[in-house]
């Protein structure tokens, strides 16, 4: 049992580790590509040094003590991590269902690179365009603020692409160019919706990506929308559940700090 164990964090530990270091070469450094990688050296650590880790443990009690109680912190946080994996996928499957008639479509933006979408962003605007096709009497938002260094707003950036991809005129996409987060893609678009007589009592389709769908809804509902639809956008799979572990913490920090 004690062998099977060792050939478990070995494995797991080197599947976090390769998987991070490939996605760091790939300039994704963040919370969801460096916090596994730690937990992938701890694991591939344990695995490798479990014969000495075990002989000091047997003369510090106190050490032993500590290395239970760490370990029962870890479980239980895997434990609240399933959880939140599970809830996500109901949430990411109800998002993927047909929508009925909406008001308006808000996309929130997620990044460009040199004037581009970034691939994630990418994926939500063509997700957005098949909801637009299907909805042309809905109102299109393109949501997103100007990022550092950047002559042109997201929100701009985002149009363009639906026009020059899709073949949306320009002239029906209103384009909020402020925001810097979910919170404030949702609460500037407001304004927006206000001055075509759309209230929050409508149903309003948010188009975001699959893992962000939980967070996005949460936050629309504290913002008073009532009738928020989250349309997800698939999310590439060689960063899936790397996005998903960041989204996480991301849930966690949005709860402290009072977004819903």
């Known amino acids: 049992m004690f062998g099977l164990l060792r050939i ?23 919370f969801g590509t460096v916090l596994p990688f730690l937990i992938g050296v701890v694991f591939l650590g ?12 047997v003369k510090h009690p106190v050490l032993r ?29 109800r998002g993927k269902q047909t929508l009925p008639p909406v008001a308006a479509i808000i996309v929130l933006g ?30 299109i938002i393109t949501s997103g603020g100007i990022g550092l260094g950047q002559p042109r707003s997201e929100a ?7 026009q020059d991809t899709h073949d949306i005129s320009l002239d029906r996409i209103y384009q909020e160019g402020k925001s810097t987060s979910t919170e404030e893609n949702l609460a500037y678009s407001q304004d ?16 975001t990506s699959d893992f962000h769908t939980i967070r996005a809804v949460a936050i629309a509902k504290h913002q008073d929308y009532q009738q928020p ?11 899936r ?3 998903w572990f960041r989204e996480y913490f991301a849930f966690g920090s949005g709860w402290l700090l009072k977004e819903y």
């Open 229 to 239: 639809m989250a349309l997800a956008s698939p999310t590439p799979l060689s960063i």
């Open 156 to 162: 701009n950036i985002m149009a363009t692409y639906l």
């Open 192 to 207: 927006i919706l206000a001055q075509h007589s759309i209230n929050k009592n409508m149903p309003i389709a948010i188009v």
């Open 241 to 243: 559940y790397n996005a």
């Open 65 to 93: 003590r500590i290395w239970y109680g760490l370990w029962l912190i870890f479980g239980l946080w895997l434990m609240s991590f399933l959880v939140f994996v599970y809830s996500l996928q109901q949430q990411i499957a």
């Open 110 to 139: 997620s990044g460009t690179v040199a004037g581009k979408p970034s691939a994630t962003l990418a994926s939500r605007l063509d997700t957005a365009a098949t909801l637009i096709e299907q909805q042309p009497q809905a109102l």
């Open 8 to 30: 478990v964090l070995i494995a797991l530990g080197l599947i976090l580790i390769i998987d991070c270091i490939a996605l760091i070469a790939i300039d994704k450094v963040n």
């Open 46 to 57: 344990h695995g490798l040094g479990a014969p000495m880790i075990a002989r000091v443990l």
